[in-house]
């Protein structure tokens, strides 16, 4: 059974046959996944040890006191919080060892192939087709849309229709798409904030070979719900890193934190009903924290447990998108307060150049900035009113909408 002593000790191990300021990054960060230490809750030779999620705080604890590289999660989000327990959960054997320790390092960035803009939110009602030809590989042509990171990924997760005749969700296949290959192109879609974080994809005449296909012919839904919900837990059971540790109104490394920071720093500003809803918030805030550090807590998978053709142990469920429901929710109203505590100062945003960021910097920008960008939050990784009914279904077990599309086979379907 691997403890926290054990943990420190392989800990030490690592440091002391790579020490971080004689070690190239790359370097370090491969032979930290190669020791187990990367997620330290996932397989052993797959970057863990099997060890409780809980634990992967001791490594990182011990890495942080040295100051040892990461490997830059913002950058890489998407393949840590959604690619990485869907191979886990659905790839080969081959596929998790091809994919899952440049994954880790940051060494091959990752997006995601979904939504599409004739869909709207109805996901399964995708367009997107892959046929497959004589030699056995899958021509993909559809287009994409809000995708995330596509101008800095190497591979996609994407899903497509592989058979219109049968109901929409049941005529999807689940591939890896490498998006250096021909007939992949992407083009930035500017946001309100001028930036283009997010990007539309257009797929013609794409090949992908039937061994980048995860999950079974058809069962492509089945696969995307474990994207899905780690993704919405993901968003919204995000652990941010806070200066000097702490609760998250002690640091400026989360968005109460950094107003909590501002109502410090500007006494002349405060009134009491500013006060009471900071406080309000603030306690909001550490509320949906430790909802957060308790939904982590299911993510935790055994290969066992995959190669006996069951979930993963603790494999996220519905109630994760309540969480990314209250992420979204405290995320606007937190911006919308700092930007009226700030006055005219909250209003101070007038870089409206087209920017390629690789990632989102919530807490590092302006005021006017996150106020703007929080306003996203509530679309993407689900809509809020998807994940309504969702957590209204499937966790409180209220009667379901009524759907009459939904033994119609897709060809059928009004478009």
Excluded at 6 to 16: G, N, V
Excluded at 45 to 73: C, F, K
Excluded at 223 to 228: D, E, G, I, W
């Amino acid at each position: 059974m691997t403890d926290a002593a054990e943990l420190r000790r392989r800990t030490a191990e690592l440091l002391a046959a790579n020490p971080p300021g004689g070690t190239d990054r790359l370097d370090f960060l491969r032979a930290r996944f190669d020791a187990g230490l990367a997620w330290v809750h996932f397989p052993e030779g797959l970057g863990g040890l099997d060890a409780p999620r809980a634990l992967q705080a001791v490594v990182d604890a011990e890495l942080d006191a040295v100051g040892a590289p990461g490997n830059d999660p913002g950058r890489i989000g998407i393949g840590l919080g959604m690619a990485a327990p869907t191979i886990l959960r659905y790839g080969t054997d081959e596929q998790r060892r091809r994919f899952l320790r440049p994954l880790w390092t940051g060494e091959e960035v990752w997006c995601q192939l979904f939504s599409e803009p004739g869909a709207g939110s109805d996901l399964a009602a995708l367009a997107t087709r892959a046929v497959r030809d004589d030699g056995g590989d899958w021509i993909v042509d559809g287009q994409k849309v809000w995708t995330s990171s596509a101008h800095l990924a190497r591979w996609a997760i994407l899903i497509a229709r592989t058979d219109p005749d049968v109901p929409k969700h049941r005529g999807i296949s689940y591939f890896v798409c490498d998006m250096t290959d021909p007939g992949v192109e992407v083009r930035p879609l500017r946001q309100i904030t001028g930036e283009a974080e997010f990007n539309e994809v257009f797929l013609t005449g794409v090949r992908i070979p039937d061994a980048h296909r995860l999950g079974e012919v058809g069962e492509g839904w089945r696969v995307a719900q474990t994207t899905l919900m780690n993704e919405r837990v993901a968003i919204g059971g995000v652990r941010t890193p806070r200066e000097g540790g702490g609760t998250p109104a002690e640091g400026r490394g989360s968005m109460i934190g950094v107003a909590a920071a501002d109502w410090r720093a500007r006494p002349e500003l405060r009134t009491h009903d500013l006060h009471r809803r900071l406080l309000t918030l603030w306690v909001e805030a550490e509320v949906a924290r430790l909802t957060g550090e308790r939904l982590r807590q299911q993510l935790s998978p055994t290969l066992n447990s995959v190669r006996a053709g069951g979930a993963p142990t603790g494999q996220p469920g519905p109630e994760g998108s309540g969480m990314k429901l209250a992420f979204a929710r405290l995320a606007q109203q937190i911006s919308g307060w700092e930007v009226e505590f700030l006055a005219e100062d909250g209003l101070a945003y007038d870089d409206w150049t087209l920017r390629r960021p690789e990632g989102v910097d919530f807490t590092g920008r302006e005021a006017g900035y996150r106020y703007l960008r929080a306003k996203g939050n509530s679309i993407e990784g689900g809509t809020s009113e998807v994940l309504l009914n969702i957590v209204a279904e499937r966790v409180l077990g209220l009667p379901p909408e009524p759907r009459t599309d939904k033994d119609v086979a897709w060809k059928d379907l009004p478009r």
